[in-house]
């Protein structure tokens, strides 16, 4: 590791802007169990394993007492250890046989988890007992095992459409001696997706109950804010939290490379991409056998930065690999193979290896752009340095306001917390999708357990008067014919696939909205380091034809987006601010395609998109600042008021997730033209909640958009970085399309300046004229010596704790 | 009759009750009074006795549910024919035979000389008021066909009213095969305008029926009333081969029974108040 250190150090001289190192640290053991079963201890130490992780005791202990627990995993903390081993051993010491349900959050996931749990059960001599439930299992095989598994690998979907709906015929037996539910990966239940998982938990755990069981919890979770509240919302249980990391870990060093700036044909100067540091890392890497993988944020730009690395190196073909998303699954497992196996030095990959699926020992990771979540950069770089040795994760930026931030401020990803993981159970507009499916699985009491009881009868008498539920004896039989999961899509709009085939042969599939991004007519479409050329996607068909082709440059669309409000409900003026609430249409189309060359990335024609538009209809919000604080910014400058418009998108997209316990992803926002006069357009911004039909965000925060606003000054003015960054508003806000705007923003705190006078108006109704102080600077070295972000980061705390005083006072007098 | 069988007691296997039959037991009572001669000892014999007093009590309190559930297949004639005059007989049509997609599309029940019929989309839900009324239901192949589909098509767990399943009363009376089989081996004769229509062709009538063919609806109606009628005439056959009393009705049964759900609601409501005063 050395020498690959040595590299990044003398190669990237130039572009170095961080490195730190996170210290070695010794772990700590404990005597196995006593209760240990003397088999399972054979295969342990078989394996080398003799002694276990305190926190693996912990949970052992915990699970062992049938408490509900969650472990929280860290990289290489034994996470399959800590909650299988008790389970395994309570299994084999039962006389009666009890059953087990493990949910991933993926189909592929669980695939990967049956191997690994299949081991260690044959291990145990008592293997055949196991069995993947999922959307891909054949007929027959869904019957073997349904009768005689007593280990089941399935998913939230398979649970919610497959499974509880037949739970009083085919899984009577199954559920009725459930003992345990793992369920692994938990964080990923949020926001949307997690309220719909919230309400399935609900329904297992009645259904559970009629058939007498109650089974406990076991499950995991990566480093999130708040796990323990987390695993409560979801399953309605109080937890044992885990945690805790007594593994031992070896050093880490961080690199952070902004690559350099270039100059075009055009003699304009341009950031290089990310690309020009992982291409020669990844090749001095392999070739010295350090095993590598490299973390892109796209599908298409893993196989572009494969093609890249290897075309002028055929010979790291072989050692060398893409994996993403939309490959066949036989080709993932023949690579997740290889790369356990050591066959593999490098792998490409997009966020799909983040999570789970072991994958051996490497040592270097390269994030190629910022992932999105400190959660996740930390996630990602955590898939290094598992067995020891001490590894090197590299951060190359990319040209992107976030990234730039990002690098040039090192102490943010180390010092922010991760986020949280929020959803809300008593979404109502989720519940109300869900109960039809418990009614249709059992009729409903008056009162259930594990709901909101207001909620609940609110809910219920709802479906009375609708004459979804009627009564039958003393509780509300379902009164449709249809089967109402299948009406119920838990993950949103894209849930099916498209496949895409070359001649008879599929080779990959992709979801529908991503497919008109990238499989549009004369699209380039990569796979596994070949070019096809699409020929026709059909989107009714769910097929795309493509052909393979051998040309230099790659595909790009361009898309475009309109937000109308089309059908007003409410209008609330405040503080003479307009904001209005109802039905929004929102329409998303790629309009055309940029042929770019590969390697010089220029710009080498264009074609049109004549795909239909992606439109869907639903709720949201849109707001448009006073009329005289418009007119005094206008006077100032023209460009003050777009500067807040974008800064406000930004926040409070983000705030919004905290009042609706939502993910980031259920929330859009956009600064569109709003029709304040016939024939008159005017700017305004949008809210809106990003599923179709809404699930009730846009709406809490127009009923609550003062508190939001006020929320929202209140992340300003306590961040301590005065200029604007991620946490409050960063300098160059995304969604920014004007050029004029984006030059003025980036060079300037006006952002975060301009937001915060749009805040006063509509709060206060105050007129500040923004005070902008341009920073001519930006892209220089910001080394700047610790002393001084010490001092910063307490002038920071002390300007806080005086405004908490002097608001305090205020509220006294 | 119902008290002439023994293999419901734990214990009696074919051995046992031959030699009860032998010694000249041939009812509960006789057991109990002759406890003595029983060809049986001891505890086995206590414990026989107490299950043949508890079976007694069951028949006194008209406790329909639990003989059924006690007794084994072979001999829930007896209780058929001791309570076939209170049966309810029903039959339903589906659109289909998948348990996921397909529901009943129209139910006859017959009980004590009448045919009601429940539609869908008019008046199926009023089966579970009769249902709940029934205390004892017949059905032919109802244990894996019949109420399944109407658990699931009125989404509750469990129909909860004793059941018999005729087709397997028939089997162990050497009748094997589907209705329509043996309904030709007892020479029942179907009126014309039904006669040769079978399950698969009432899918069909549903579907011509919902796309406007309100002749499809009344044939289906029709249909499944025979079928109920028919079930009814096999159960009054087969009790008469097993030697009950049974008068069996003829073919005309068919046309006399014959009620449409499509009456004003007065009619409908007094023939409900019939059943229930019949009951």
Not at chain 1, 776 to 787: Q, V
Not at chain 2, 24 to 47: A, H, K, Q, V
Not at chain 2, 237 to 266: H, M, W, Y
Request: aromatic share 10%; net charge negative; with cysteine.
């Amino acid at each position: 590791m050395k020498s690959i250190k040595r590299f990044i150090e003398s190669s990237f001289h130039e572009e170095l802007r961080g490195h730190f190192t996170v210290q070695k640290r010794e772990g700590s053991f404990v005597d196995f169990p006593v209760t240990l079963n003397q088999d399972i201890r054979g295969v342990l130490n078989g394996q080398g394993i003799t002694k276990l992780y305190e926190h693996q005791a912990e949970a052992f202990t915990s699970i062992g007492n049938n408490r509900n627990t969650l472990v929280v995993s860290h990289t290489a903390s034994g996470k399959t250890l800590s909650f299988f081993l008790p389970i395994i051993n309570e299994y084999l010491l039962a006389n009666q046989p009890f059953s087990v349900m493990m949910l991933y959050p993926t189909k592929a996931l669980s695939r990967d988890q049956e191997n690994t749990f299949g081991t260690l059960m044959q291990a145990v001599k008592k293997s055949g007992k196991i069995g993947t439930f999922d959307g891909d299992t054949p007929r027959d095989e869904r019957e073997r095992i349904q009768r005689s598994s007593d280990f089941i690998v399935t998913n939230p979907d398979m649970l919610h459409n497959g499974i509880l709906p037949n739970h009083n015929r085919k899984w009577r037996e199954f559920l009725s001696r459930l003992r345990y539910i793992v369920v692994d990966e938990v964080h990923i239940y949020r926001g949307a997706f997690g309220s719909h998982v919230s309400n399935i938990f609900r329904r297992l755990q009645r259904v559970c109950e009629i058939h007498g069981s109650s089974p406990v919890f076991v499950c995991s979770s990566a480093t999130i804010r708040n796990p323990g509240d987390h695993a409560r919302l979801l399953f309605h249980r109080e937890f044992d939290v885990i945690d805790y990391d007594t593994s031992p870990q070896p050093a880490k060093d961080f690199y952070f490379i902004n690559p350099g700036l270039s100059e075009s044909h055009g003699h304009a100067l341009y950031r290089k991409g990310p690309a020009s540091v992982s291409i020669p890392l990844i090749r001095e890497a392999v070739r010295k056998k350090v095993r590598t993988i490299c973390f892109c944020r796209a599908r298409q730009e893993v196989e572009r930065l494969y093609r890249a690395v290897t075309d002028e190196s055929p010979e790291l073909r072989s050692v060398i690999k893409p994996y993403r998303g939309g490959l066949l699954p036989n080709e993932r497992r023949q690579i997740e193979r290889d790369l356990v196996s050591g066959k593999l030095y490098g792998i490409i990959t997009t966020n799909a290896l983040e999570l789970g699926i072991d994958i051996g020992d490497l040592d270097l990771c390269i994030l190629s752009g910022h992932p999105g979540t400190i959660a996740s950069f930390w996630q990602q770089a955590g898939r290094v340095g598992r067995r020891g040795a001490s590894p090197v994760i590299v951060y190359a930026a990319k040209d992107r306001p976030i990234d730039q931030y990002l690098v040039h401020h090192p102490d943010f990803i180390t010092n922010t917390p991760v986020e949280q993981a929020l959803l809300n159970p008593d979404n109502p507009y989720i519940l109300l999708q869900h109960l039809p499916c418990a009614a249709q699985e059992h009729p409903l009491r008056e009162s259930e357990k594990g709901f909101d009881n207001e909620l609940y009868s609110e809910a219920l008498s709802i479906l009375k008067r609708e004459k979804t539920v009627v009564p039958y004896h003393d509780t509300y039989r379902y009164a449709l014919t249809d089967y109402p999961a299948r009406g119920v899509n838990i993950r949103g709009m894209t849930d099916y696939n498209v496949e895409i085939y070359c001649g008879s042969e599929v080779i990959g599939e992709i979801d529908p909205i991503g497919a008109r991004g990238t499989v549009y007519k004369d699209a380039i479409y990569q796979h596994l380091g070949q070019k096809f050329l699409s020929m026709d996607l059909d989107l009714e068909k769910k097929l795309c034809g493509v052909e393979p082709v051998d040309v230099d440059y790659y595909t790009e669309a361009v898309w475009e987006g309109r937000v109308d409000l089309v059908e007003s409900e409410e209008v609330h003026i405040f503080n003479e601010a307009r904001i209005e609430f109802g039905a929004v249409r929102v329409n998303r189309q790629p309009k055309l395609y940029k042929k770019i060359r590969e390697r010089t990335l220029e710009n080498i024609g264009y074609g049109p998109i004549t795909l239909a538009a992606f439109e869907y209809e639903t709720t949201g919000l849109n707001l448009v600042a006073p009329q005289m604080w418009l007119s005094a910014m206008e006077e100032s400058n023209r460009l003050y008021a777009g500067a807040a418009y974008f800064g406000l998108n930004y926040i409070i997209r983000h705030a919004a997730t905290i009042f609706c316990m939502s993910d980031i992803k259920d929330i859009n926002t956009d600064i569109s033209l709003y029709e304040s006069e016939p024939g008159q357009w005017r700017s305004a911004l949008y809210l809106y909640d990003a599923i179709e039909g809404g699930v009730g965000y846009a709406e809490k925060l127009f009923e609550r958009i003062e508190e939001v606003l006020r929320f929202c000054r209140e992340i300003i003015d306590n961040c301590e970085c005065g200029t604007g960054c991620p946490s409050c508003v960063p300098p160059l806000p995304p969604g920014v399309d004007s050029r004029e705007l984006e030059d003025f923003l980036v060079e300037s705190n006006a952002a975060v300046v301009c937001t915060r006078s749009l805040l006063s108006a509509l709060l206060e109704k105050r007129i500040v004229v923004p005070e902008i102080s341009i920073n001519r600077t930006p892209l220089a070295r910001s080394d700047a010596p610790p002393e001084d972000i010490e001092k910063k980061r307490m002038t920071g705390k002390l300007n806080r704790a005086a405004r908490i005083l002097r608001d305090k006072r205020e509220r006294l007098h | 009759m119902i008290d002439g069988c023994f293999r419901h007691i734990r214990g009696v296997g074919p051995g046992t009750e031959e030699a009860l039959r032998e010694k000249g037991f041939s009812t509960w009572d006789d057991c109990i009074l002759r406890g003595d001669d029983l060809p049986m000892r001891g505890e086995r014999r206590r414990r026989f006795i107490e299950a043949i007093a508890k079976s007694r009590d069951l028949r006194d309190a008209d406790d329909i549910g639990s003989l059924v559930a006690l007794f084994p297949v072979s001999e829930q004639w007896r209780l058929l024919s001791a309570y076939l005059q209170r049966a309810t007989f029903i039959d339903c049509e589906t659109t289909g035979l998948s348990r996921h997609s397909s529901h009943v599309s129209v139910i006859a029940a017959y009980h004590a000389g009448m045919v009601r019929t429940f539609v869908y989309g008019e008046n199926l839900d009023e089966f579970l008021e009769l249902a709940d009324e029934a205390e004892l239901l017949v059905t032919f192949n109802g244990s894996s066909f019949d109420l399944p589909f109407l658990e699931k098509t009125f989404n509750i767990p469990t129909i909860g009213r004793p059941h018999i399943d005729l087709r397997w009363v028939a089997w162990h009376a050497g009748y094997r095969g589907g209705l329509k089989s043996i309904e030709r081996q007892f020479r029942i004769r179907r009126p014309a305008g039904v006669e040769g229509i079978d399950g698969f062709e009432a899918v069909d009538l549903f579907y011509r029926w919902q796309g406007g063919e309100e002749n499809a609806r009344q044939l289906l109606v029709e249909y499944c009333a025979a079928d109920v009628i028919s079930t009814y005439l096999v159960a009054e056959r087969i009790l008469q081969i097993a030697g009950c009393d049974v008068d069996c009705s003829d073919n005309s049964i068919f046309e006399k029974t014959i009620i449409s759900p499509k009456q004003d609601t007065g009619q409908v409501q007094q023939e409900k108040q019939d059943i229930r005063t019949r009951i």
